[in-house]
């Protein structure tokens, strides 16, 4: 399949034309043509590498009326993305062997986007002893982040034993941070409004004092640290102290934690119900400055679907989570492009090249150089759109922007040289995995 | 008035009409016939999710008194689990043709869920919501003060200038939030009283002043003590080291009591814990509003149920 694109803006503002021949972009420049290329008008589209998200919940197996390997990977593509990091709390538990490879063998079946199943790091989630680290990571999933998100590895011994462990395999844990002793029953930022609304405190400490503890186990073992979700103005500053005295540590921000603020909180309107919860303003306004001074290095979605039952409830009674593939570029833009912190360049770094460095997933390296494989999305930065369930793909519409107003669309994703999203709406599935077929064919 | 959900939104002149409504009422009460025609064919429901013997049969006999039908519906322990339970609970009452539900929930913000769900077009009664709410309750104390300090005049009467101390685990109390924002709209000066463990993070934003000394308190000379309950299972989770020690410095005992100038009004919500928040001679005395409290909370809900059906007030709340 070729495909040219003409007229494309590329994130360090220059123009360009770019053929795609069998995966890989074979030409850019000005006025290429190719007899018989399936062409795409670029015209006023920012093209930018195929996003890499290290933080999703694709739910299966175990919790496909929330979302199955095909429906997460159509979300994914139509925000742009094209390859998702899988997280490790299905069921069963993706502890073992069997399960990444079953997960990831998914992902390449239906080919939206590339799946890169997370391995759990201690075994069934349970926090007590590791779980099968090196036969994940020798798996035909190439496991290489391992994470029991949804839950911290509170055990100070056991997670200084993962940071090791993992050094053996390439690999990186990536934390969930929050102390449980000191969250127990939270249900919001703790402060003013919790006690005002009475709902139990999340305070901020409790994270951060995990972040602290883990940066200086990964100093004092040598290993690599991954933050998940960063949420906190203290947990900033603790990573910046960390990244000053050069300790191996990276860390995310999800799209919410970027704009929206725990003010929500006061309808008690279930959809904003998260965890790490919404936090301050001040707090959302750190955030994006570690984010814009590269404190931050990565935004990572958290995209956590739930059936409609779990959030139709009473807010003690609602599961925590918000989708956000669909909308994390749209929100990276409002949150930190449009208001000039940030070039649609730092934009690649930080949702392209950066978490597939730290995911250990190759190819993400020289986005639109020739040789370079073709996993792009183009963007229209220019429109508006009022986002409702209408731009939802997957299964859940737990989204905390229906009825909110959104910059940008995706109007095209590639992935591995074939379209996944063309004019705005994804592909038939069936012409995916056709195409996913070939690619693989042609190895 | 749509529906009744936190005292937070109330305005000196609503709160003052409620209370005033709530004077009407206990006339009634002390009538050889106790009931009113005001709401003969409204069908009130008290959803309890969560026990509150004391709470359901005051809202009972206030809509028994205005002739409004009664269904009470005790969730908890029914086959009514999680997750969908309120959804489906409230559409099934919106069935049934509930046109006022009084509701008591575990959940901070069930009420206001219920209020803003669309699944019932009921008016909705916030009858306590986890630690968040309790605003009857808050009316009745502001009632029951209003009624002692003037009597037969306190129509009309806000609590212009009038010392409320309340003392206790302000951190779980819905009656401490509610009574802080009515109180304070009200015009009376609130104090809180309680170890800096039972204090919540933030209070400096609240319109009241907070202490950790009762004795303290006390010597300001308030014109109202208002004693908290202090729950079982707070003792063990490290809010303070035990009952001994919070009664000894918390506690409204026998001395504190005759310290207390002979005016002031010693309130508590109820049920007490004898013994630990309160002396039985605090609770026994004459400056004792406890039981007070019970009778008024029949007048307050009267009136605000009947705000809510008869259409009285349209556009209030």
């Known amino acids: 399949m070729t495909i040219l694109i003409t007229g494309a803006t590329l994130p360090n503002g220059d123009r360009t034309d770019l053929l795609i021949d069998r995966g890989v972009i074979t030409e850019t420049g000005s006025g290429l043509s190719s007899a018989g290329a399936a062409r795409i008008d670029a015209d006023g589209l920012t093209a930018l590498p195929g996003l890499v998200d290290l933080h999703t919940h694709l739910r299966e197996p175990g919790f496909e009326q929330s979302e199955t390997v095909l429906t997460g990977s159509r979300a994914a593509a139509i925000g742009g993305f094209t390859a998702v990091f899988a997280m490790a709390n299905t069921s069963p538990v993706a502890d073992t062997a069997g399960v990444v490879e079953q997960v990831a063998s998914l992902g390449a079946e239906h080919g939206y986007v590339t799946v890169r199943p997370i391995g759990a790091v201690t075994a069934g989630l349970a926090g007590k002893t590791l779980a099968e680290i090196g036969a994940m990571a020798h798996s035909r999933a190439a496991v290489r982040v391992f994470s029991d998100d949804g839950l911290c590895v509170s055990d100070p011994l056991l997670m200084r034993r993962a940071l090791e462990y993992v050094t053996t395999f390439g690999g990186v844990i990536a934390q969930h941070s929050q102390d449980p002793r000191l969250t127990e029953g939270a249900q919001m930022n703790e402060g003013a409004l919790s006690s005002e609304l009475g709902l139990a405190g999340w305070p901020a400490v409790a994270e951060e004092s995990i972040i602290a503890r883990d940066v200086l186990l990964a100093q004092h073992v040598g290993a690599r640290l991954h933050v998940c979700h960063v949420s906190t103005a203290g947990s900033v500053d603790v990573i910046r102290w960390a990244k000053a005295r050069g300790i191996a540590v990276t860390a995310e921000v999800t799209p919410h934690h970027l704009l929206l603020t725990e003010q929500l909180v006061r309808g008690y309107d279930s959809r904003f119900k998260v965890n790490p919860p919404l936090r301050r303003e001040e707090d959302v306004l750190a955030q994006r400055a570690g984010l814009a001074d590269g404190t931050i290095d990565i935004v990572a979605t958290d995209h956590a679907p739930h059936p409609l039952e779990s959030k139709e409830c009473a807010w003690d009674e609602a599961a925590n989570g918000m989708v956000g593939l669909e909308s994390a570029l749209s929100v990276v833009q409002a949150a930190v492009v449009d208001t000039g912190l940030m070039s649609f360049a730092d934009v690649a770094r930080v949702l392209s090249s950066k978490p597939a460095e730290i995911g250990r997933l190759s190819g993400y390296d020289a986005a639109f150089e020739v040789g370079a494989h073709a996993n792009l999305a183009l963007y229209d930065p220019a429109v508006s759109r009022a986002f409702s369930t209408e731009q939802l793909h997957g299964k859940g519409i737990n989204s905390p922007y229906l009825a909110r107003t959104l910059p940008g669309q995706v109007m095209t994703t590639i992935h591995d040289g074939y379209a996944t999203v063309r004019d705005g709406r994804l592909v038939d599935a069936d012409e995916v995995a056709d195409a996913a077929r070939e690619a693989v064919a042609r190895g | ?317």
């Open chain 2, 1 to 317: 008035m749509r529906h009744l959900l936190s005292t937070k939104g109330l305005t000196r002149d609503e709160a003052v009409m409620i209370l005033d409504v709530a004077e009407d009422m206990a006339d009634v009460a002390g009538r050889e016939v106790k009931k009113l025609p005001a709401l003969r064919g409204k069908t009130v429901v008290n959803l309890f999710f969560e026990d509150s013997t004391r709470t359901r049969i005051s809202f009972e006999a206030a809509a028994k008194r205005l002739s409004a039908d009664v269904i009470n519906f005790s969730a908890k322990g029914s086959s009514v689990s999680k997750g969908e339970s309120l959804k489906d609970t409230a559409q099934t009452l919106a069935a049934m043709g509930a046109d006022a539900v009084v509701v008591r929930h575990q959940a901070s913000g069930a009420p206001s869920v219920l209020a803003q769900s669309g699944w019932i077009d009921a008016g909705i009664v916030n009858a306590g919501d986890g630690t968040h709410e309790h605003p009857t309750q808050a009316l009745l104390d502001a009632f029951t003060i209003r009624r002692r300090l003037h009597g037969a005049s306190a129509r009309g009467r806000d609590l212009d200038g009038v010392t409320v101390t309340i003392v206790g685990d302000i951190l779980h109390s819905r009656v401490a939030r509610s009574n802080v924002w009515l109180l304070t709209t009200l015009g009376a000066r609130v104090h809180l009283v309680a170890p800096a463990t039972l204090v919540p993070l933030g209070v400096g934003d609240w319109p009241v002043s907070v202490g950790y000394d009762l004795d303290d308190a006390i010597a300001g000379r308030p014109d109202v003590v208002m004693m908290l309950r202090i729950q079982a299972e707070r003792m063990n989770a490290a809010f303070f080291p035990n009952a001994r020690e919070y009664a000894r410095q918390w506690g409204l005992g026998d001395e504190r009591l005759a310290l207390l100038p002979a005016a002031s009004l010693v309130m508590h919500p109820g049920p007490m814990n004898r013994g630990l928040e309160i002396s039985a001679q605090a609770a026994d005395s004459a400056r004792s509003t406890v039981l007070e409290q019970v009778a008024n909370g029949v007048s307050i809900r009267m009136a605000v149920l009947y705000l809510l059906l008869s259409g009285a007030s349209e556009g209030l709340g």
